[in-house]
């Protein structure tokens, strides 16, 4: 079982183009969330979904779309990139909404130039 | 606001025991996790708390006081592998999950 699935894991990107960071989960789990890291900040939510066909705003959602069409997939896009947007990026996903534990993907390490 | 506070950094010895505390104050309560998350890696599910007491899985146990907003995860016969940053996080009434910024373990030989 892969869990959750991340991609790229890495990518440079120049301000102003569009991003999207994708996300596959193979759990069945209703619940996936977005998340960036900055240093000292710890995890701010972007955007999060309860369960498929639903989106809704985390703390920091300006900049970002999401959309959830299926169970399985939940891309995060940049529709223009700027470089307060350089964050190490988590999808995560759960059973319930925060109800048990969150899986993580690895993280897609961006950065805006 | 809503608030979780963790010290940003600790230091322990091989094979001694560390506490590592966490107060928060939320709009209620429904339950308190903590993560480790090794430098360059995913957060990984190390315990949840949602009643009062203490919670042993192995090396580690986590506590909880509601009354006080605390909790504290306990680390013993400490490792190497230890060193990782260990996160805390607190659902809220509206079951939104509300992050502490981290602390960051460093283990001695």
């Known amino acids: 079982i892969a869990g959750i699935t991340q991609a790229p894991t890495s990518q440079i990107l120049a301000a102003g183009r569009r991003m999207t960071l994708r996300c596959t989960q193979d759990m069945r789990h209703n619940a996936m969330y977005w998340y960036r890291q900055d240093l000292g900040l710890g995890l701010r939510l972007i955007h999060y979904s309860n369960t498929a066909g639903t989106t809704g705003k985390g703390e920091v959602p300006d900049g970002y779309s999401v959309s959830r069409a299926n169970t399985d997939d939940f891309p995060l896009t940049l529709a223009s990139a700027v470089p307060s947007q350089t964050s190490v990026y988590f999808c995560?996903?759960?059973?319930?909404?925060?109800?048990?534990?969150?899986?993580f993907g690895e993280g897609s390490r961006l950065t805006v130039l | 606001g809503q608030n979780i506070d963790q010290p940003t950094e600790m230091t322990a010895t091989e094979g001694a025991i560390v506490q590592i505390n966490c107060t928060y104050q939320?709009?209620?309560?429904?339950?308190l996790f903590w993560y480790q998350q090794h430098a360059g890696e995913a957060p990984t599910f190390l315990s949840y708390n949602v009643l009062d007491g203490l919670e042993e899985k192995g090396r580690f146990s986590s506590f909880l006081s509601r009354s006080k907003g605390y909790s504290y995860l306990l680390l013993k016969e400490l490792q190497m592998k230890d060193s990782a940053s260990y996160l805390c996080a607190v659902v809220d009434s509206n079951y939104q999950l509300i992050w502490g910024a981290g602390t960051k373990l460093i283990i001695k030989p």
């Open positions: 995560a996903s759960s059973e319930g909404q925060n109800t048990g534990e969150l899986f």
């Open positions: 939320t709009s209620g309560f429904n339950g």
